[in-house]
């Protein structure tokens, strides 16, 4: 089933049941797929068509589901932008994405309008508010034709691009399909035994493949959720008792929060069954603690982007395992692989490989980072694990080095890169250190040139201007020079070594 298709079925088959719920307004089926509807025929009427990529950079509001949504009525590509980047970063994901237009709110646009030299593919610019350089999206909305485009859509067609490191460190667009993101979705609510007498909170980013899933979940079963940003465990907590919210969807730092909040008995929350932890590792202490008290079933997921969010899943009515992150979805395989590419028997630890429906196309303009990352017919992943006799997997260290701050994932060339362009430095690495709020936190390790100087201070506020906040490192480290290996190559081990032994 393409997105268009399932958008079309619920609002025939619900009709005014509810969808969406945001600051107390509730949207119906219908008017979603109405709203959906017309701005669809809005954005034709601009100009855009099949394969137009539409850049989304919103917070979670119904405008970032009518975008995202008009884009698969279009047979266009909806590329939602994380909305902690800086103007550095966005201009980067739009001439790389070849996005012909922006959707956002103005203190984003912003950002866009002090890019010097626009993207020379870019020609509109849409805000939720006025702003001088943008049309008006209510205004667009309110145009546009409430009757269906005529438009082929298939399940083979790219519905969004969302970027990721892939396999290294530079960003890149990971393109999934209408149909990848259907088979995802589907696969995960059967695992979940959700229904459609379930209501959801959506305060997990929707820019993120994690946000996108849990919305498709609700709109497979025909359910509702309630949108909720930026993050507030106190407004968690309300939202839950006045809507009776059963799915709980969060990152391990929301859980964190929720459970060490000490207002958080003050509130009926026994309408809560079941959550999901995505996006990073849910330190076991953590997973009995807030399970505990919140008197829920938290099931741990792992994937990556590249297989439209996650591949294996702890399951309700089976055994839990501590640091296990489940089984493999329904339909997909789940391997590990040597460096020969031999597939390994239960135990033997290798890198983590997938097979399936919920596999990628591939990355964007990139045949051969795409051609790497799918070799032999699986997707590499990075990660290294093993699976037991009876087929849970488990988590054992990356390949990768990028750093995972509460779910957002920071690739330290990047923040290298930028480090180096300050006068003072001379070395810079870039290294995970563990956090039990976020998982993990970004520690710089920096050598000066001879005679400089420079506070930890002065680097986070450098870095600040010119770098989303995740990005920045919470700590900074000043050494005399970096241990580096035989050919030159700084050892990020022997760093990571030297922290640990504070």
């Not at 589901?65 to 047979?75: D, P, R």
């Not at 994405?97 to 020379?120: G, H, Q, W, Y």
């Not at 890149?172 to 979705?185: D, E």
């Amino acid at each position: 089933m393409t997105l268009k298709e399932l958008l079309q079925s619920r609002a025939a088959e619900m009709g005014e049941r509810t969808a969406v719920i945001y600051k107390d307004d509730s949207i119906s089926y219908r008017e979603l797929e109405a709203r959906v509807n017309r701005f669809a025929n809005a954005l034709a009427g601009l100009g855009v068509g099949r394969d137009d990529k539409v850049a989304i950079m919103l917070n979670n509001c119904p405008e970032f589901i009518v975008t995202f949504f008009a884009c698969s009525y279009l047979g266009a590509v909806a590329v939602p932008v994380n909305i902690f980047y800086k103007e550095r970063e966005l201009e980067f994901l739009l001439r790389d994405s070849d996005a012909v237009a922006l959707v956002a709110t103005p203190s984003f646009a912003e950002f866009f309008s002090r890019i010097a030299e626009k993207p020379p593919l870019f020609k509109w610019l849409i805000t939720t508010e006025p702003y001088a350089e943008g049309q008006l999206f209510r205004e667009l909305e309110g145009k546009g034709s409430g009757e269906p485009l005529d438009i082929e859509v298939r399940e083979e067609d790219v519905a969004e691009i969302l970027y990721t490191s892939g396999t290294t460190g530079i960003p890149k667009g990971t393109m999934l399909t209408q149909g990848n993101l259907f088979f995802h979705a589907d696969a995960i609510i059967g695992v979940l035994e959700l229904n459609d007498d379930d209501r959801a909170l959506m305060v997990v980013p929707m820019f993120h493949g994690y946000g996108i899933t849990v919305m498709l979940c609700c709109f497979v079963v025909g359910t509702s959720f309630v949108l909720l940003d930026p993050f507030n465990a106190e407004e968690v907590f309300q939202v839950v008792e006045k809507y009776k919210v059963t799915f709980l969807p969060m990152v391990v730092a929301m859980y964190f929060m929720v459970y060490h909040h000490p207002d958080r008995e003050k509130y009926d929350l026994s309408s809560l069954r079941i959550g999901i932890s995505g996006a990073s590792a849910m330190p076991a202490q953590l997973m009995q603690d807030a399970s505990g008290a919140l008197d829920i079933t938290i099931l741990e997921a792992w994937g990556l982007t590249e297989c439209s969010a996650s591949a294996t899943i702890q399951r309700m009515n089976m055994p839990y395992k501590e640091g296990s992150v489940g089984l493999a979805h329904p339909g997909v395989k789940v391997g590990v692989m040597d460096d020969g590419g031999n597939l390994l028997g239960p135990s033997e630890v290798g890198e983590l490989v997938i097979q399936g429906p919920l596999v990628m196309k591939g990355y964007y303009k990139r045949p051969e980072e795409t051609e790497e990352a799918l070799r032999e017919g699986w997707l590499h992943t990075g990660d290294m694990g093993y699976y037991d006799d009876e087929g849970y997997f488990f988590m054992v260290d990356r390949k990768k080095e990028m750093v995972n701050v509460g779910g957002e994932k920071v690739f330290p060339r990047e923040v290298e890169e930028v480090m180096y362009t300050h006068p003072a430095i001379a070395e810079a690495a870039l290294i995970p250190q563990p956090d039990a709020k976020l998982g993990e936190i970004p520690v710089a390790v920096v050598a000066l040139k001879p005679g400089a100087s420079l506070s930890e201070g002065e680097l986070v506020e450098f870095l600040e201007g010119k770098l989303a906040r995740f990005k920045v490192p919470r700590r900074v480290v000043i050494m005399e020079s970096l241990p580096r290996n035989p050919i030159g190559k700084i050892v990020k081990k022997d760093l990571v070594r030297m922290l640990s032994e504070e």
